[in-house]
């Protein structure tokens, strides 16, 4: 499994569980991620830090109602445009392009497809 779908599954398992922080591993894609779900208020912060030699996110979450996975690292989704209309009204849903990590509507705007990873509503 890669490491950013397991680290959202710690975010989730953690908020499930009634705690209000996790530990993840350090990941580029993970920050990416936790970026978006900063600026739509599904984590109130990150940070990064060091324990003997290995960098750890210490996330601080705030509230996550539901999270679909769409691809799964054996099966992945593409979307074109047409799919993409499809999806833009749900809450928080990213797709892997390639100019990087997008939210769906930046790629509406774009007009880009890619690989969907994950909505968040």
Do not use: A, Q
Request: charged letters at 20%.
């Amino acid at each position: 499994m890669k490491i950013y779908y397991s680290n959202i599954n710690k975010i989730i398992n953690s908020y499930n569980s009634g705690k209000k922080f996790c530990i993840c591993k350090y990941n580029k894609y993970s920050l990416i991620i936790f970026g978006f779900f900063c600026e739509n208020k599904i984590i109130n912060n990150y940070f990064i830090f060091f324990i003997k030699e290995k960098i750890y996110i210490f996330v601080l979450i705030n509230k996550i109602f539901f999270l679909k996975f769409y691809t799964k690292p054996s099966k992945p989704i593409y979307l074109n445009l047409k799919k993409m209309k499809h999806f833009s009204n749900l809450g928080l849903t990213l797709l892997s392009t390639n100019i990087g990590i997008l939210d769906i509507k930046k790629c509406i705007k774009l007009e880009i497809g890619g690989k969907l990873i994950f909505s968040v509503l």
